[in-house]
């Protein structure tokens, strides 16, 4: 909201003195925060003086164009009192009129430098101006030609054309919409700097009563339009210029100034606050009628569109149809022009919810509409129609028709109590009863108190108090926010992060060392996504929880797993050059329960145990996973060879070292589900329980996501490795006895899992055994077809001797004789 300084103090006084950075100061610390402070002619300089055209000689060119070669009266501001010799290309004055003019020395906006110079034959020494060469406006067909008595020749035309005005910009929220008006900054003022007095409300004047004789008006939802003033004037001349003094506050407000009529009820809505609507009454056919809209019911608005209208929609109408849409804006039949003699006032109070759904369905942004939807004092429809009137008659010749039309009354003001005591306890400063009362008085407030109970009755201009807090917030913004202690809250004992916490972290340690790096993505899927990873129509990865306002409509669901989002990141770092990625992720999934949906909880009461846990049987999982992605090198190459490509072991291996650093030990078996190879597929198990996945991605993933052929990706549920952690981990026992090694290579079918044989072997082995690692797997013609041969490095230790030959060979074979005779398993030759 942009407010003239001048306009403000033209309803309050300040003291002496006060400075606009004072003033603004004071209410920004209220809650009328300055966005900034203009001035029309900070960027002129030098002499700029009200001039009056002695002479004019007109002289054509051969380009065709004819110009004025003048003489012009400054008085002493040049120097010498003689007249100024000027070129002046435009044409609509003439000998007499005061003009503005600028002498050489002086600079305008732009950084354009006046001097005198020669010109179509003659030594042109300064310049008569044009709105547009002041930034007044965007006029530039003529020069500005003041009316008489502005001004005497020589005078400086700042303060003439309002160029000395400074306009002061206001941050408005939303709450406080009678903050856009200069009633609302004026009131602020009064209020808010000390010392401010004798606040002039411009809403406050005698109207006339209402009677039968005004235009007929009829209301068909009073909920919708609580209020409806009409008033009509005729005899108006549609080219009665705006007086200079509203065009200058408009302009200098933000807004155009277009006629005398359009100019009138925005300087009243600037003025007041209160939007109004003036109607070519000659153009209205019957009476008028407020209604709803019927469902596909079309309206032409100013705008020029053509807009078809919702059942929701408010509109003005008269026996023709629609001619307005009520407090958003007016419809192009009716609207005032250049043969406009009648104008017919709409002052109306509109629901704010129905213009801020209206202004938003028809994708309209006015003045009005933005005050209308924020609230606006219903009681004075009739002072701000009269003030209209007022000024239509005074400057536009026009004369008032008898009648006034007024249907409906304002609403009952809500009436709020709390406790006298609550703005102290609230801001912790010591605010007696009788400030609290006095600071709610100052903002209009009926006040009454009943012990330590205060009642209060907001004023109708501020339909956001409706709350004992918003109470508190008038009485501690007038007290001053500035004086508010600053007070830190003692500081509970550390408890430390929580067992989950510190695993977590020791999980995000583990895979950034082995060379991992974590992403955060969006937890949304849609269902082109679970295409993509090939899941199977009746995957239970599927099931997923739709959201009823999701960010996207591609993605409008919480997901079931991190792949999906992990690809997609890691395809666009291999897009955009990065050879080889390795990428992780820790976040929750949303597993949906088979639940009828969640139970609505009262509240008026605090809900019983049992509806407690009825809401959170509706809930979804939300498990924590690891997700983890890699695709080009796992070894980079150099000088030094060959580089390793990443393999599916690299994915298991991964989620292996998370296990160790919880202490505990996972085992896989071969498995097959999308989105992995089939063959390549692993299920990493925990004590006989699955955990998750890992592997070698599908080809057709690879592909789908952007990424190189053979790419690896596991996910685990962190929640039950967590759960099984160790915390503390014992340390290990060490032997300073020699260890001894066995190597045994074992024949098996190729549909025997490794892991299988390395489970027996170990069993079978006992309590000697230190560690077993399979080396070497081998096949060929002389094992057979579907036959493989497994090497595995046996290492042997005692804690309290050294190992025989008879110790190790006794453990061997029998880790041996158990692989034999769980698998099948013969010993390689």
Same mark, same amino acid.
């Given at each position: ?12 006084? !300040? ?6 950075? =004072? ?30 055209? *002695? ?12 110009? &004025? ?6 008085? #002493? ?91 002061? @910009?206001?941050?408005? &929220? ?13 009131? @602020? !003022? ?24 005004? %235009? ?30 509203? $065009? ?30 003036? %109607? ?18 079309? *309206? ?11 059942? @929701? ?62 609230g606006v004092d219903p009681t004075i429809c009739e002072a701000a129609a009269d003030r209209v009137v007022e000024l239509l008659t005074t400057y536009g010749g026009a004369t008032v028709e008898p009648g006034v039309t007024v249907v409906g009354a304002p609403p ?11 703005? $102290? ?82 999980? /995000? ?23 993509? *990873? ?14 009823? &306002? ?12 991190? +792949? ?44 019983? #145990? ?22 080009? =090198? ?8 060959? /580089? ?17 650093? *919880? ?37 057709? !993933? ?39 090694? @066995?190597?045994?290579? +074992? ?15 170990? =069993? ?66």
């Amino acid at each position: 909201m942009k407010a003239p300084k001048s306009w403000i103090l033209e309803y309050v006084d !300040v003291p002496d003195g006060t400075t606009t950075d =004072e003033l603004t100061a004071r209410l920004t610390l209220t809650g009328l925060k300055l966005e900034a402070i203009e001035s029309a002619g900070a960027d002129i300089s030098g002499p700029l003086v009200v001039g009056r055209v *002695l002479t004019m000689e007109p002289e054509p060119q051969k380009n065709g164009k004819t110009i &004025n070669w003048c003489t012009v009266d400054v008085g #002493d501001a040049n120097g010498t009192g003689e007249p100024q010799g000027i070129v002046c290309g435009a044409h609509n004055f003439e000998p007499g009129d005061l003009v503005v003019t600028v002498l050489p020395g002086g600079v305008l906006p732009g950084g354009f430098e006046i001097s005198a110079r020669k010109t179509y034959g003659h030594v042109s020494a300064g310049m008569i101006c044009s709105a547009r060469e002041l930034n007044l406006g965007e006029d530039h067909d003529g020069i500005i030609v003041l009316p008489e008595g502005a001004g005497e020749p020589g005078q400086d035309a700042r303060g003439v054309l309002g160029l000395d005005e400074e306009v002061i @910009e206001f941050e408005v &929220n939303p709450d406080r919409a009678y903050a856009l008006s200069l009633r609302g900054i004026a009131r @602020e !003022v009064a209020v808010s700097v000390a010392g401010a007095s004798g606040f002039a409300d411009p809403a406050l004047r005698d109207t006339p009563a209402a009677d039968d004789a005004g %235009y007929p008006v009829r209301v068909e939802d009073p909920s919708g339009c609580p209020v409806f003033v009409a008033r009509t004037v005729s005899g108006f001349d549609p080219s009665a210029p705006t007086p200079d003094f509203i $065009a200058q506050r408009l302009t200098a407000s933000g807004m155009r100034p277009i006629s005398l009529a359009v100019d009138v009820t925005n300087y009243v809505m600037l003025e007041t606050g209160r939007p109004i609507h003036g %109607y070519d009454a000659d153009k209205l056919q019957g009476p008028i009628v407020v209604r709803r809209a019927t469902d596909g019911e079309q *309206l032409t608005t100013l705008d020029g569109t053509r807009r078809t209208m919702s059942v @929701e929609d408010l509109v003005v109408t008269d026996d023709s149809g629609p001619i307005g849409l009520g407090g958003v804006m007016g419809g192009e039949s009716t609207e005032i022009s250049e043969t406009t003699t009648r104008v017919l006032v709409e002052s109306a109070h509109w629901d704010a919810v129905s213009m801020f759904r209206t202004g938003r369905r028809h994708k309209i942004t006015s003045e009005a509409g933005k005050r209308n939807e924020r609230g606006v004092d219903p009681t004075i429809c009739e002072a701000a129609a009269d003030r209209v009137v007022e000024l239509l008659t005074t400057y536009g010749g026009a004369t008032v028709e008898p009648g006034v039309t007024v249907v409906g009354a304002p609403p009952a003001q809500p009436r709020v109590s709390m406790a006298t005591d609550l703005p $102290a306890r609230v801001s912790g400063l010591p605010i007696d009863t009788d400030t609290v009362v006095a600071h709610l008085e100052a903002v209009g407030c009926g006040v009454t108190v009943d012990g330590a109970t205060l009642t209060a009755t907001p004023p109708p201009w501020r339909p956001d108090v409706t709350d004992p807090h918003d109470l508190v917030e008038e009485v501690v913004r007038l007290v001053g926010y500035d004086t508010i202690p600053s007070v830190l809250p003692p500081a509970p004992g550390g408890r430390g992060l929580t067992r989950p916490q510190q695993l977590r972290r020791r999980i /995000g340690r583990t895979l950034a060392g082995a060379g991992w790096v974590e992403v955060v993505d969006f937890p949304f899927v849609g269902e082109g996504d679970l295409d993509a *990873l090939g899941l199977e129509a009746d995957d239970p990865r599927r099931t997923v929880l739709r959201l009823s &306002n999701p960010l996207s409509h591609e993605a409008p669901a919480m997901t079931t797993t991190l +792949l999906p989002a992990l690809l997609r990141t890691a395809g666009r770092n291999v897009g955009l050059g990065a050879g080889s990625v390795a990428l992780f992720e820790t976040a929750t999934v949303t597993l949906p329960r088979a639940t009828e949906g969640a139970p609505i909880l009262p509240v008026d009461r605090r809900p019983t #145990d049992a509806e407690l846990d009825s809401l959170l049987e509706a809930l979804p999982e939300q498990p924590l996973h690891l997700g983890l992605v890699a695709a080009g =090198e796992a070894d980079p190459s150099g000088w030094w060879g060959e /580089g390793r490509p990443v393999e599916w072991s690299d994915a298991v291996e991964a989620v292996r070292q998370v296990a160790d650093a *919880l202490g505990l030990e996972l085992t896989t078996r071969p498995a097959a589900l999308a989105p992995w190879h089939p063959g390549r597929c692993a299920e990493l198990l925990l004590g006989g329980t699955s955990v998750g996945h890992a592997g070698e991605l599908h080809p057709r !993933v690879c592909t789908t996501f952007g990424l190189p052929a053979r790419s690896v990706a596991a996910e685990v549920d962190l929640d039950v490795l967590i759960e099984h952690a160790v915390h503390l981990r014992q340390a290990p026992t060490f032997s300073t006895f020699p260890a001894a090694k @066995e190597d045994v290579a +074992l024949v098996v079918d190729e549909s025997v899992a490794a892991a299988d044989v390395e489970a027996a072997l170990r =069993e079978g082995a006992g309590e000697l055994l230190e560690s077993i690692r399979l080396f070497d797997v081998y096949r060929s013609e002389q094992l057979g077809e579907g036959r493989k041969s497994l090497a595995f490095a046996l290492r042997f230790r005692a804690p309290d001797r050294t190992l025989t030959d008879e110790d190790t060979t006794s453990a061997r074979e029998a880790a041996v004789a158990l692989a034999a005779e769980r698998t099948g398993a013969s010993q390689r030759a």
